[in-house]
């Protein structure tokens, strides 16, 4: 597959900060169809690496079917995403595309985007459905998807994040029978759950800071899908220690934080849309600067796309923290069968 070409922008970027200050760029025209006009298996998946040297978006997979959030591999060399249930490894050629190759996770498991290898590259914390289960599990499993071990069995549970030390899983969950989302963490060497956060509004997404010390989430707790994070052991009593970083005039969603901890990207819905459920909304993925731990004002458009759930629902930060991948959807004719 040759790599699809894409505008730059007039000059060159040199570091974040002229990065900041660049165009956007239009990787896909935007759609406004509803996910109720297009069946969601009508759809075009374009997975991409951003790279924050120059502005450009390098494509490395297409398929006309979905494919879900992509993630970085610690060593860089490889990329995992989901389609159909299923986990897969794109490791890279030298030219930037790849082809999937499935993981060793068996077929009782119905995988969904929620995912990601830990830091020193050795397991796979994911969320599925098995055989059985009436919800989505967290599971741990060897790097490429073998040995799997339940570890969080009640449901609706869904993972997001590893802590940099590779001991804590961060996942978002319901429980009790409420309609609440939390964050919780549970150590990968098992053990019982904690939960972080008790707001009665939506949180999801936790992600942590590269030093430990933060998670970051999306939550509507101010009234719309903003980002917040608060101290790693919890937010505290009512939530008190929960700082919102991020407010923009779009509903935000999935912080992710670069590896050197100097920057996060995030997505952006068109204001008002009620859920991260649909794919083939006008998105935005955004960066602002975090300096020494401190979230920086003038969050910049990087990408203008049409995607929404599954475009970037996990971290996908390169090792270097210049690249991180995302995937772009397209809504295609539906084919009548008679």
Not at 3 to 28: E, K, M, W
Not at 184 to 191: C, K, M, Q, S, T
Request: hydrophobic share 35%; with cysteine; net charge negative.
């Amino acid at each position: 597959m040759k790599p699809l070409s894409i505008p730059r922008p007039a000059f060159g970027l040199a570091g974040v900060a002229f990065c900041l200050l660049a165009p956007a760029l239009h990787a896909q025209p935007a759609t406004t169809a509803s996910p109720s006009e297009e069946p969601a298996e009508h759809l075009r998946s374009r997975l991409f690496i951003y790279d924050l040297h120059d502005g450009s978006s390098h494509l490395v997979y297409t398929a006309d079917s979905i494919w879900e959030a992509p993630n970085w591999s610690p060593d860089g060399t490889y990329l995992l995403s989901n389609s159909g249930g299923h986990i897969y490894r794109f490791t890279l050629a030298k030219n930037g595309t790849a082809e999937p190759t499935p993981l060793a996770i068996p077929a009782k498991f119905d995988c969904n985007n929620d995912k990601a290898i830990s830091p020193d590259g050795k397991k796979l914390a994911f969320s599925a459905t098995a055989t059985g289960s009436d919800g989505s599990q967290v599971f741990l499993a060897d790097a490429d998807g073998g040995n799997i071990k339940l570890m969080v069995s009640e449901t609706p549970s869904y993972f997001h994040g590893w802590s940099p030390d590779n001991k804590m899983l961060a996942f978002v969950a319901q429980r009790n029978g409420s309609n609440q989302f939390d964050i919780y963490r549970l150590p990968a060497a098992g053990g019982t759950e904690q939960q972080l956060t008790s707001n009665i509004h939506h949180d999801d997404g936790p992600d942590y800071s590269p030093d430990g010390k933060w998670i970051y989430i999306n939550s509507d707790r101010s009234g719309k899908e903003a980002i917040w994070r608060f101290p790693a052991d919890g937010a505290g009593g009512n939530d008190q220690k929960a700082v919102r970083v991020v407010n923009d005039e779009m509903e935000d969603w999935f912080p992710h934080i670069s590896p050197d901890g100097k920057k996060m990207v995030y997505i952006g819905y068109p204001a008002g849309t009620p859920t991260h459920d649909p794919r083939n909304v006008a998105i935005k993925i955004k960066l602002v600067a975090i300096n020494h731990g401190k979230v920086g004002g003038g969050e910049k458009t990087l990408i203008e796309a049409t995607g929404g759930q599954g475009t970037m629902n996990v971290n996908s930060w390169a090792p270097d923290s210049m690249r991180f991948a995302y995937v772009t959807y397209e809504v295609l004719p539906v084919i009548s069968r008679r």
